[in-house]
Every structure is written in structure tokens, then in C-alpha cells.
């Protein structure tokens, strides 16, 4: 499948300003108060888009706000597809984790419960997708896809089978995630925030940093650019409801699979700073790719969660428009772990493919393989 470049809206801003920001090994990180407490986050402060007067008030969040940023830069792709193929051949699919919670917790997080402005569609995990697909008046397809960490990777098998079972001819596709007190207090209750910046793969790394950003695309079955989706995989071993099975197994499955047929040249890891994910995925990227150089982006803007598999496939394909795999934020790095070969610098590359990593809850995992038309 082909895609367009990535439109992408984060803490830094553009597709441009983030990779620019990655390789530079900046951080967009600051302390923001939620609820009681303080918390490290990568914040959006850059200027929101309004919506129009006509968006139904269900669609008004900050999320969605977020999303439109993306794809108001997308438009015109998404106009070509329609005018090409039809408003009943252009799906959506969008992953996400939090939707509109944050609006709706504001309707009952007082003495006082206001039925009246707690809206259940809002709350609906569908409702970034179905946002989109009212934006553009498309008829066909749309879902969303919620699976935690790896929604955004998912986000793009579910758009590839629509196209593949004819049942769209393009879709808009990507992730978005943003801020919200549940989210970040859900976290903070197994543990494994860290009131620090997360450090991945180093040796006194101890948790993440929530961030909020979105990254969409428009994948469609004929060329619209140089671009593909080469391969998309997932699995689950279900081995614990939040921590990742420290062998690796299945993870190293995956890669296999995704690879067997692709020389990698640049992985973009997971890379969350957590103890357990670094100590399993080092594993599982020896084990398979042990000279790719490897590197995360999470370190910079925080984890994204259901938007983080979308923006870190926009980040590989950056890395092959631009000819430069980003840098990984590294101060010492833990000798325990299995020796991947980091990128400590920023290396100017020939990139043909990139392999997308994206881990979950529950043992779900999943990857994807992007990269130039062997065509072109």
C-alpha cells in the first residue's frame, strides 16, 4: 500500500519541527499540574485550530482538536482520493486511548453531576474516527481502534485489509492521543511515571512521561508518492496485564515476520524507559537485528500512547525523506541490557525501510515495515 508523507501535530509542532527537534535531541517536556499533583509531560502549547461553528458539539475536545491540526495539512490528498474514487470508497480508521474523557470528567468532577454536558459519545473510542469522517462527508468505513499502546500500528493493518478486501480504496489513517487526568493518574497508580525525563535504554532509567500529540496519513492501493507499507504484523501472548514477557518470545516472532523479506535499515524501538520494556525489547531487537541502528523518540515528547505507533511511522518516514536516522537521548547505558546498536548521534543514512515497534498491555504487540517503492 502506498502512503502519503506523515502530517504530524506534537509538542514541537509540525512533522518537520518534531524530526527536526529528534534529531537534535531536544525535549519537549514540562511539569503541568493535573488534579493534585504535579506530573513531567510533553504538553501541545502551540495554538490549537478552531473548529467551524457547524461540528457537533460531541466532537468539541481536545483531542479531536488536536486531530484536526493533522488534517486540515491532509486535505488535499483526501480531496484528490474523493474526487478519484468517491466519498464511499475513502475510509478512516484512527487509534486512540482517551478520546473525549477529559470533557466528559468535567461534568461530574464537581459536587454536582451535569447530565446535560456529559455526552456518552464523546466518550466513544470511535469518536476521533468518526470526527474525521464528518469533516470530509465520507460514507464509508470508519472505525477506531483502542488496544493501548499499539493502536496506532493497528490503525494501519486495519486500513491495509479494507484495501486489500476491496472494501475502500483509500484511507485516512493514523493515531492521536491527548492529556487527560484519567490517563495520567491510571499511570501513575501502577508506578511507572518517572518525575524526571525518561531515560530509555540507560541504566538509572525509571519510567515514562506521558505526551499528546496525532499523526495521520492517506494510504492508498495506487501511487500517490514514493512511499509503502511493506509489512504490518501483530500478536499477543497475553503473559501479564501490564508487564512484557522479559524473554521476548513473541516479540521476536514478529520481527521474523516482518523482516523476512526486508532489510532494515533503521528500527524505531518502543523505548519507553521503563526497567521491563527496554529489558525485553533489547532482547528481542539482538536477537533479530543485532547491527540496525536503533533508536526511540519517546525520550523527547513522552509517550503518546494510542497516537505513538502513528507518529513514530511518520518519524521513519522522515528518516528516509531526510536521508538521517534520529538520535536516541542516551546518558549511560545499561550494561544488563542486550547490546543493540544505538544511535547516540544523529547518522546521516540512505534509509530503504524502517521497522516500527509498538508494545501494550496484556502482552499485544506490533509492527510494521515502511519504506521506499523498490520501484522508484
Do not use: W
Amino acid at each position: 500500500m502506498y502512503l502519503s508523507l506523515p502530517r504530524i501535530f506534537s509538542p514541537f509542532g509540525d512533522e518537520n519541527a518534531l524530526f527536526d527537534a529528534c534529531c537534535s535531541g531536544k525535549r519537549a517536556l514540562k511539569t503541568r499540574q493535573i488534579l493534585d499533583k504535579n506530573f513531567l509531560v510533553g504538553s501541545i502549547d502551540l495554538a490549537l485550530p478552531n473548529f467551524s461553528h457547524k461540528t457537533d458539539k460531541i466532537y468539541k475536545t481536545r483531542t479531536n482538536q488536536i486531530l484536526l491540526a493533522t488534517i486540515l495539512e491532509l486535505e488535499n490528498e483526501v480531496k484528490n482520493a474523493i474526487k478519484k474514487y468517491g466519498k464511499d470508497r475513502v475510509g478512516v480508521v484512527i487509534g486512540t486511548t482517551t478520546a473525549g474523557v477529559e470533557e466528559n470528567y468535567e461534568a461530574f468532577k464537581g459536587e454536582n453531576f451535569n447530565k446535560s454536558e456529559f455526552l456518552m459519545d464523546r466518550n466513544s473510542l470511535s469518536n476521533p474516527a468518526n470526527f474525521v469522517r464528518e469533516f470530509f462527508g465520507l460514507s464509508s468505513l470508519c472505525i477506531g481502534v483502542s488496544t493501548a499502546c499499539t493502536s496506532g500500528i493497528k490503525a494501519f493493518e486495519s486500513a491495509r485489509n479494507f484495501i486489500n478486501l476491496n472494501l475502500c480504496d483509500a484511507v485516512i489513517v493514523g493515531g492521536v492521543d491527548s492529556l487527560n487526568s484519567l490517563t495520567i493518574h491510571g499511570f501513575n497508580s501502577l508506578g511507572v511515571l518517572s518525575n524526571s525525563p525518561s531515560k530509555p535504554f540507560c541504566k538509572d532509567r525509571d519510567g515514562i512521561n506521558i505526551g499528546e500529540a496525532a499523526a495521520v496519513f492517506l494510504m492508498c492501493r495506487d501511487k500517490i508518492s514514493d512511499y509503502k507499507l511493506k509489512a504490518v504484523a501483530t500478536n499477543c501472548d497475553a503473559f501479564h496485564i501490564t508487564q512484557p514477557n522479559p524473554e521476548a518470545s513473541e516479540q521476536i516472532k514478529l520481527i521474523n515476520e516482518l523482516t523476512l523479506n526486508h532489510k532494515i535499515d533503521y528500527i524505531n524501538a518502543h523505548a519507553t524507559g521503563t526497567q521491563a520494556n527496554e529489558i525485553m525489547e533489547t532482547k528481542a531487537i539482538f536477537s533479530t537485528l543485532p547491527n540496525a541502528t536503533t533508536s526511540g523518540i519517546k525520550a523527547n515528547i513522552g509517550h503518546t500512547l494510542g497516537a505513538a505507533g502513528a507518529v513514530e511511522a511518520g518519524i521513519c518516514l522522515m528518516a528516509i525523506k531526510q536521508k538521517m536516522i534520529p538520535m536516541q537521548i542516551l546518558d549511560e547505558f545499561d550494561s544488563t541490557l542486550s547490546p543493540i546498536n544505538l544511535a547516540t548521534k544523529s547518522v546521516k543514512s540512505e534509509v530503504k525501510n524502517c521497522l516500527n515497534l509498538s508494545f501494550a498491555f496484556g502482552g499485544d504487540n506490533a509492527g510494521m515495515v515502511v519504506g521506499v517503492d523498490d520501484e522508484s
